[in-house]
């Protein structure tokens, strides 16, 4: 329904900004408003658009082949889940007798996750944009196409930004916790979960080799962060 709204607005020239959640609930909050109802939401959502209208990004129509990334990307993932829970129930007590059913489910996904990665391969090859930042995510160390995929689809705004702000949005960047004199541990936090968690397997792994970023990790450590 959201995408939906959206995209009739920009047809019909209404400017709209598309709202983060946290920051909207921490903007209600701070108005001391801890109930909820539809009419609640309604006046805090005008009360938030009319303050901070001049800092709020407008909302643009995505490039179609984004929106077919990011849709090719979320059918993978869902049949991902899918062949583990197969593959699981084959494990499970009494899945023997299941075996045949079980096999025959996980090799038509597999066939599926095969399509959908052509799918994915055929569409970066014919985007020039695509293609630009594919290979420029790919010359990094443990970086391969299908997590490369992931990236594209899940953090389009990729090269539009400075790196700072990247791994903020990526929630990688470590935020301040100070106080006074007092230097508290960074955390990071915020951003979106699911890059920190598709990215944690090529660290460990770029980490381990000898390219420029296992000298930058190694370099880290021996500065204590």
């Known amino acids: 329904h959201e995408s939906l709204l959206l995209e009739e607005c920009l047809r019909a020239g209404i400017a709209c900004h598309r709202a983060d959640t946290l920051k909207v609930k921490s903007f209600i909050r701070s108005y001391g408003t801890h109930g909820k109802s539809d009419a609640i939401d309604a006046a805090m959502l005008r009360a938030y658009g009319r303050e901070r ?81 594919a290979a420029i995510c790919t010359a990094m160390d443990s970086l391969g196409p299908i997590v490369t995929a992931k990236l594209l689809a899940i953090l389009p705004e990729l090269g539009t930004m400075t790196r700072r702000k990247a791994a903020a949005l990526a929630g990688l960047a470590p935020h301040p916790n100070d106080s006074g004199q007092k230097q508290g541990y960074r955390k990071i936090r915020g951003g979106r979960p699911e890059i920190r968690s598709m990215l944690y397997m090529p660290a460990l792994h770029a980490a381990a080799g000898r390219g420029e970023f296992a000298t930058f990790y190694k370099r880290l450590i021996t500065n204590g962060k």
């Open 53 to 133: 209208w001049e800092k709020l990004t407008l909302w643009q129509a995505p490039d179609p082949d984004e929106t077919r990334l990011r849709a090719l990307v979320r059918r993978r993932q869902e049949l991902i889940a899918i062949k583990i829970a197969e593959k699981n129930r084959a494990k499970a007590p009494g899945g023997r007798e299941l075996a045949a059913s079980f096999e025959a489910v996980i090799k038509v996904v597999e066939r599926q996750i095969q399509a959908i990665d052509a799918a994915i391969r055929e569409l970066i090859a014919g985007s020039s944009a695509l293609k630009h930042r």
